[in-house]
């Protein structure tokens, strides 16, 4: 059985509403937040990036986990917002975290599905025994063009999990992938900022895969909407988990306590995941938890989750952690997102 | 006098799954159904596009039509900016007048909606003068420089502009083939977001994909065979500086006054005689404009009479105006926008507008812009005696 051994998740403590930035480009705030169902985002501050938050997260899933490092035979790091364009981030977070030498390192980029692909790549090496333990980080310091509609949604945090065989709290009972050539979402190379779509994200991209990596999975495990405690969906913004949860035959119930968007913005690749830490809080023994990524491009990974009785071991605060927080103004939000 | 004797749209909207030329066939089978000819009796094709050549790199349209008919008969492409689909008809009118055929394909097609917005907006402005351009006009901000003008010389507010908005929703929601069916309030239109002041969201009107085929012909038996057909009354085109800097007025289109006059003139109609008539609305007050450089309201007080409703469908008054939609709702592919016009008066004329038709109809009017005046066609179409 492979599974989730321990998790962690860091979220930075700087906070911009969604009325401060609809103020500063004369926008209605009120209409921008309920058409997003947002009304705040997190934001990493100067001194914060990608791999500093990684190493945040990474060091609260290992917290409470006994194991030595050395066990750790793979770290995998999702990101689209990397310290370095070449350099990889895994090497240093390896090093920062005390991992012995004869570990696999690699970075994965696939818009906000870099680190569930990786997570699918991790079941492979336990399961053929080539690790013991897998680290699979995701972290993104999101950026987005001044004035541009993503500058709404796009936030900071990082989610790390760490994969094994034994005393898991969270049982992979299954995955799906669904891929295609999907042109919603990109960043060239030297290129400061992400292009996108517009409403082409949505129907033809978001919804679309999600639905196909859904309806396969369900159907190969024989498994309902209904049989599922909880339900995490990719959260590009407020609205779109909804309607993809509503159009699946998943009810407003099972995907409430995922809903971290609204108050915490898109961390990109930490954004399913970080739905998973606040369900986490709750869970019971049991309960079964389905969860769908997006990454644009696009593919998104589905997966069946079980909670065994480990997780009362490990379970970790999440709303408590969310009150650390401090309201920065627009000019802050630029300085802190090296905007200017 | 030549007749139109069938006509076909597409839906349209944001087709992503649709490539410009596959628009373009899904209009000329539907057209050909519609008017039960076969492309033997086709002899020329007018195709009205603007944006392929910028967009695509793609002029030598009129090859990829010959292309997809499986024919070697003459193709034309034209481009007139927003008017290009009505010039495209104008030109295929001249050419019937003037005998080098009997039959014509119009096509009027546009792929606007799988670019950013920045490279849509950039490639329509090449409609602007080259000064204009360069002063960072774009063609929200010249048409909110009119309405300013407008508004100003006779003393209107954002209100009247929204009735414009407010109506073509309305039709919009009875066309199955609309971009927009949703009917909106003056208050959803009046708390919309500036795109240029006075000129909000629901002011404009949105990018589109969509292509439509009209069948024109002066072929007198096909017109006795056909199930549906209208008489082309008169088709004239007028141009205009196309630098607005250079025009005497701002709030008033030279290049329509003309063409209106010359359209009615030689159909030998009075405005009143016009009982349904699709206008260019690419943003609301152009539609106030239009209705009265055509000649239909005395200049100044569009801004008033627009808010009594009188245009809209279920009014007694005349014409019923923009029952498509208009640009507003049913959506602005540029190349298509003029066909629709004529293929929307046709539909009305020949009692196939479904849930939008217009009752004890006789004369139908269309009036296509491109660019912010610089070329106006007026085109009068009469229901079969």
């Known amino acids: 059985m492979s599974g989730i051994v321990s998790y962690g998740y860091y979220i930075p403590s700087f906070r911009i509403t969604i009325k401060e930035i609809a103020d500063m480009w004369n926008k209605k705030a009120l209409s921008i937040q309920k058409s997003l169902n947002m009304h705040e985002k997190a934001v990493s501050g100067i001194d914060e990036d990608s791999l500093t938050m990684a190493y945040e997260s990474a060091c609260h899933a290992l917290l409470d986990v006994k194991i030595k490092r050395s066990k750790i035979k793979a770290l995998f790091f999702g990101t689209e917002s990397p310290s370095y364009a070449v350099n990889p981030s895994s090497t240093i977070l390896g090093d920062l975290l005390g991992l012995d030498n004869n570990y696999l390192a690699y970075d994965t980029q696939f818009a906000c599905k870099a680190a569930t692909g990786a997570i699918i790549s991790s079941i492979g090496l336990l399961k053929s025994n080539m690790a013991e333990y897998v680290l699979v980080c995701a972290s993104d310091k999101a950026t987005a063009k001044p004035h541009d509609a993503l500058e709404y949604t796009a936030a900071s945090g990082s989610v790390t999990l760490l994969l094994g065989k034994t005393d898991i709290i969270l049982e992979i009972v299954d995955f799906e992938s669904f891929s295609t050539d999907t042109p919603d979402f990109w960043r060239r190379e030297g290129i400061r900022y992400p292009s996108h779509g517009g409403r082409f994200t949505g129907k033809p991209s978001y919804f679309y895969h999600i639905e196909k990596s859904t309806q396969s999975l369900l159907k190969k495990q024989k498994l309902h909407p209904e049989d599922f405690k909880h339900a995490v969906f990719h959260m590009p913004n407020g609205k779109y988990p909804i309607q993809i949860a509503q159009s699946l035959g998943f009810k407003k119930s099972q995907i409430e306590k995922s809903l971290i968007v609204s108050y915490l913005g898109n961390s990109y690749t930490a954004s399913s995941l970080m739905g998973l830490m606040s369900v986490l809080e709750t869970a019971c023994e049991g309960d ?3 969860l769908a990524s997006y990454g644009s491009g ?9 909670v065994t009785k480990n997780l009362k071991k490990r379970r970790k605060d999440f709303k408590s952690k969310l009150k650390d927080k401090k309201y920065i103004n627009y000019t802050t939000y630029l300085k802190y997102m090296n905007a200017v | 006098m030549n007749s139109i004797i069938g006509y076909y749209t597409t839906c349209f909207g944001e087709l992503w799954d649709k490539s410009l030329f596959d628009l373009v066939k899904e209009s000329i089978q539907g057209v050909f159904k519609s008017a039960c000819i076969e492309k033997r009796q086709i002899d020329a094709v007018f195709f009205g596009n603007m944006l392929a050549g910028i967009l695509e790199n793609n ?27 009505s010039i495209a008809f104008h030109l295929a009118n001249q050419y019937l007048n003037s005998k080098s055929g009997k039959t014509v394909l119009v096509i009027g097609a546009e792929k606007m909606t799988d670019y950013p917005v920045q490279e849509i907006t950039n490639a329509l402005l090449g409609a602007l003068s080259g000064e204009e351009q360069a002063a960072g006009l774009t063609f929200p901000g010249a048409y909110a420089m009119m309405a300013k003008a407008y508004m100003k010389k006779y003393g209107y507010g954002e209100k009247s502009l929204a009735y414009v908005s407010f109506k073509n929703h ?6 199955k083939q609309a ?14 977001p500036y795109i240029a002041d006075p000129l909000k969201i629901f002011d404009c009107s949105p990018i589109s994909d969509g292509a439509c085929s009209l069948i024109l012909t002066s072929d007198k038996s096909l017109i006795k065979k056909a199930k549906h057909s209208v008489s082309v009354l008169s088709c004239e085109t007028a141009t205009d500086t196309i630098s607005l800097k250079k025009r005497k007025k701002i709030y008033e289109l030279e290049s329509t006054k003309i063409a209106a006059d010359k359209a009615f003139k030689k159909a030998k109609l009075k405005r009143k005689d016009i009982n349904v008539a699709e206008v260019h609305d690419c943003f609301s007050i152009a539609e106030i404009l239009a209705m009265e450089d055509l000649g239909f309201w005395k200049k100044g007080k569009g801004g008033k009479l627009i808010t009594y409703g009188l245009t809209m469908l279920g009014s007694n008054s005349k014409p019923i105006v923009n029952t498509s939609g208009g640009l507003k709702s049913a959506g602005h592919p540029v190349g298509a926008t003029g066909v629709k016009q004529i293929g929307e008066i046709f539909l009305q004329l020949t009692n196939q507008a479904q849930n939008r038709q217009v009752k004890n109809l006789k004369y139908g009017l269309a009036h296509n812009i491109g660019g912010s005046g610089g070329t106006a066609v007026v085109t009068i179409l009469g229901k079969k005696s």
Request: one cysteine or more; hydrophobic letters at 45%; a positive charge.
């Open chain 2, 59 to 85: 002029l030598h349209s009129s090859s990829k039509i010959a292309e997809i008919l499986k024919v070697n008969i003459p193709v034309f492409r034209v481009e007139s900016a927003c008017a290009s689909g």
């Open chain 1, 288 to 290: 079964l938890i389905f």
């Open chain 1, 298 to 306: 696009a593919g998104s990974d589905a997966f069946v989750l079980k």
């Open chain 2, 179 to 192: 971009h927009f069916q949703k009917k909106v309030t003056i208050r959803n239109i009046l708390e919309s």
């Open chain 2, 170 to 175: 309305f039709h919009g929601s009875l066309n």
